[in-house]
RNA sequence: AGGGGUAUGGCCAAGUUGGUAAGGCACAAGAUUUUGAUUCUUGCAUGCGUAGGUUCGAGUCCUGCUACCCCUGCCA
């Protein structure tokens, strides 16, 4: 099952075409992922982060981490941190080649003098809103400042001052001198360095003034000679600034990096985006940024997701400039397929429903043995107690059943999981009328492994001994939105829905209790389930659901 | 005097120089099954936003429409 035909895409096509033009020497390619460190990483970042990696594996290139991280207003460390742990917990690898746009502020300040030398960038003295209503708007063009035509010399000392610190926060700007009547808003004279008296997270040097991230972004390219430079559809506008900066600065003559833009990912059932995922930490909605919720990949690690998962995921949803949201589905069956063989398989209850097999000797217990996993026997076997009383699923009885029903019912016959046969005999009430408990009968000539072939029985049931099983506390999760039809960034909170966790106290065989932070199983007709690693002690046990197994199963087909 | 993009089945998405619509998800049917899971088999676009045109031949070329997304931060 080799598959020989490599995956294609607009981004693979012009990188084949920029090779078969000698666009870059030695048919390098160079690609980078760069994060402004300001939330952690989401599906959507896997998505990037994936891309600009495997193009640089597929094509024997190289791939760098670089932080983008221009603005200390809204940056901090521990995004840093946590972004390196979800990107190397993806499987990804930058090598050496760990960088900071920040370390190349002195390299950009003198970049914006030769800008300023040349004639192409002046200091503005005009106000944030009087900027704003010198740009102009859609439909009419902007007017120049009145500072636009300050001499290169005045142009210098002021930057110069705003470079020290000797300029107040906000009183001027370095902006690039094109053209205010351009259509593209982005080229009307681009503010490309603000006054900020914060203190940088990163620098030791101490900075007053902080390069745009148009203005920086190309720079930090050709710095770290980037050959293709991918970001996402909302900077095709921002492309011919990127071009500009790089065809009036001296040094990128050659070689200069491509910006291509593609689209980013959407989800059903789901919110993807920062500032959403944001507003879900801060407005206290879920537990935090690792909520298992939510489709960061923190949230997905906790949750129980696992790389390789993601990773198919990302291959398969692949790479175009449409608009589009992927069905939550997909990513469902991802981590179903990378889990069905690897998870060991447990049985565990979670609506108890007592049984008490009347004809079973009281006091008796006897181990029965199973596969962890039965479609990879090398996973190994484990024991698992049965005796006279037992929990099955409260679902998999009903006392008038439907058509087609295989389940328990009274006078029918089902297999125990690597048990016996039971059969119904009697169903007991309480005095409200609900079912408290059914006796049954089990035949001791059907014990599993035995070869019994006499009878055949419809339907295999999961179960746990009574007394010998151990409780355990299940988090089972919906989809944090469930009805997406018309939501946008501003009814989302009120699509959020109400039942997306559900804490329920469940009985577990004896082996599930070996279990660690992270362990990942399939818990027998229930889905697939990680212990998690916020809440979970050895003495008390909580499990997320991961997702839930397919099911055809249909009453009244 | 607006500009930049995108339109291929329910959802993604391939479709090199025009040659007769890949694949995945979902769904449906059947077989196997000690999980109604898995696995296996089969089905699922006379049509590629729309109307014309060029051509022996158009998803691919041309023209005109339409719909949707992005842009008026000293955010990225």
Redesign the pocket.
């Known amino acids: 099952m080799e598959n020989t ?1 490599k ?4 981004i ?2 012009a990188i084949d075409h920029d090779i078969a033009n000698k666009v870059y020497k030695n048919d390098r390619v160079h690609t980078r992922f ?3 460190p ?1 939330g952690y990483l989401h599906i959507g970042h896997a998505k990037a982060s994936l891309l600009n990696y495997r193009i640089a594996q597929e094509y024997n290139g190289k791939f760098n981490l670089r932080f ?4 200390p ?3 901090d460390m521990e995004y840093v941190k946590s972004i390196k742990e979800d990107l190397t917990w993806l499987g990804i690898d930058w090598e050496d080649r760990l960088f900071f ?1 920040s370390s190349y502020f002195e390299k950009m300040a003198d970049y914006a003098v030769e800008l300023i030398k040349k004639g192409l960038a002046f200091v ?9 209503e010198y ?8 007017k120049e400042s009145p500072y636009r035509s300050r001499n290169i010399q005045e142009n210098l000392d002021l930057f110069l001052q705003m470079k020290a610190g000797k300029l107040p ?5 370095l902006r690039a001198k094109i053209d ?7 080229m ?1 004279d ?2 490309i360095y ?3 008296h914060t203190k940088h997270h990163a620098t030791d040097a101490e900075w007053f003034i ?5 203005y ?2 190309p720079i930090e390219d050709a710095i770290e000679g980037i050959t293709h430079s991918l970001c ?8 011919p600034f990127y071009d500009w900066v790089l065809s009036n600065l001296d040094n990128f003559q050659e070689e200069a990096p491509r910006q291509i ?1 593609f ?1 980013k990912l ?1 989800l ?1 059932n789901t919110i993807v985006g920062k500032r959403y995922l944001k507003q879900l930490v801060d407005e206290q909605i879920v537990d935090g940024w690792d909520d298992p919720r939510l489709a960061t990949l923190s949230g997905l690690r906790r949750r129980g997701y696992t790389p390789e998962a993601i990773q198919a995921f990302c291959e ?12 939550i ?2 990513l ?3 981590i ?2 990378d889990l ?2 690897k998870a060991p ?1 447990l049985m565990v209850v979670l609506d108890p429903l007592k049984i008490t097999i009347t004809n079973y000797p009281e006091e008796q217990i006897e181990w029965v043995d ?1 596969p962890l ?3 990879d026997p090398e996973i190994g076997e484990y024991s698992t107690p049965f005796s006279r009383e037992i929990f099955v699923e409260r679902s ?1 009885f009903l006392e008038t ?1 439907p058509k ?4 328990l019912f009274p006078g029918n016959e089902v ?5 016996y046969f039971v059969t119904c005999n009697e169903v007991i009430k309480d005095a409200d009328g609900k079912i408290i408990e059914l006796k049954c009968t089990y035949d001791p000539a ?5 070869g ?1 072939a006499e009878r ?7 179960w746990v001994d009574a007394n010998l099983s151990k409780k355990v506390e299940i988090h089972l999760y919906d989809h944090l939105i469930v009805d997406d039809d018309g939501l946008t ?1 501003d009814n989302f909170l009120d699509r959020i829905n109400p039942n997306s966790l559900k804490i329920i106290e469940a009985y577990a065989e004896p082996e599930v209790m070996k279990a660690k932070a992270f362990d990942k199983f ?5 889905g697939f389930f990680s212990v998690d690693s916020k809440y979970s002690t050895l003495e008390a046990p909580v499990f997320n659901q991961i997702v839930s ?7 009244g ?1």
């Open positions: 035909e995956k294609t895409n607009f693979t096509n760069p994060p402004e300001n983008d991280d221009t603005n207003i809204k940056e746009a503005d003295d005009l106000t944030a809103d009087e900027m704003r740009r102009g708007n859609l439909n009419e063009p902007g926060e906000g009183s001027r700007v205010m009547t351009s259509p593209n808003m982005n009307r681009p503010t603000r006054i900020l902080f390069p745009m991230y148009d920086a972004h996402t559809l909302e900077f095709e506008d921002h492309r833009e689209a959407n059903t398969a949803i692949g790479t175009a400039k449409t608009n589009s949201t992927v069905d589905a997909m469902e069956h991802f179903r397929d069905k063989f398989r199973l996993n039965q479609e998999d059943p087609k029903f295989y389940r297999r125990l999981r690597g048990a059907t014990r599993s492994g035995s019994f055949k029985v419809k339907g295999t049931i999961h960034k399939q818990f027998i007709r229930n197994l397919k099911s055809s199963w249909k009453p087909k």
